[in-house]
């Protein structure tokens, strides 16, 4: 039997190698500097910190928004990091971490806002964000590797595929949620548009919108493995060397690392969403 032949393989490459990277290779390679430097700067700033201080400010951090037991294993996770001297791989997954929530947040929220304050935005976006979320990860990494090269850009381009989707639809149920009366009667009471937006509607979209940030924030840590495999340093780093080399000790202690990371931020981000005292 015979089959209709599509040549999307072909002509995908063709227009890749033949006009798209040829024409915006500078454009990446600035992007790529860029982010470079920030991402850079991050693990700068977060080595520059003693262990000590950096554990006592997120215990701090943690009692404030989580409570005296989230502090007291913060104190705990953060100690054992520093004993099987990982210190310096986590700081590097924490740093990927921030820059890819960052810019995942930087893009997400503003068109999740617009998205709805828009039918037409949302209908757009929705099918874009499907697809972000469900294309496997590592398909996107190719590309990311065609116009980053290799190391901690492609991994926050990859994560921010990965991970900026729940922003985006969390803004956007967050202000679709806040109630009908409260809306009408700011208008009742002369508020602009603007005004409706940052007064009301984003101040009671904050628990969904610091949903989102939490998810995210979870996603780009669940990212960490594999974005290992372009050349993303940190715990990733180590957990992709432990398989190689079938070294249980190293997966066993790279790994807790990534859960201590995951549990914390995870807790300090709900208790900010819920605005814990």
Partial sequence: MDYFYLPLEKWTNEFVNGWFLPTFS????????????FINSVTDVLLFIPAELFTLILAIIAWRFAG?????????????????????QSMQTLSIVIVATFVSLVVGVPIGIFSALNNHVQNTVRPVLDFMQTLPSFVYLIPAVLLFGLGGVPAVIATFIFAAPPAVRMTNL??????????????????????????????????????GVNQTIMLSLSMAVIASMIGAPGLGAS?????????????????LGIVVLAIVLDRITQGLGQGKA
Wanted: proline fraction near 2%; aromatic fraction near 10%.
């Fill in 26 to 37: 500078n454009t990446f390679d600035a992007m790529s500097n860029g982010l470079n430097a």
């Fill in 68 to 88: 005296k037991g989230m502090a007291f294993f913060t104190v705990i996770g953060f100690l054992f990091i520093g004993s099987v001297d990982i210190w310096e």
């Fill in 174 to 211: 967050g202000i679709r949620s806040v109630s009908k009366e409260v809306v009408e009667a700011s208008r009742a009471f002369g508020s602009t548009k603007s005004q409706l937006l940052f007064k009301v509607q984003l101040p009671l979209a904050v628990p969904s919108i610091m949903a």
């Fill in 239 to 255: 957990v992709l060397t432990a398989i190689s080399r079938v070294n249980i000790g190293l997966g066993l202690v790279s790994g």
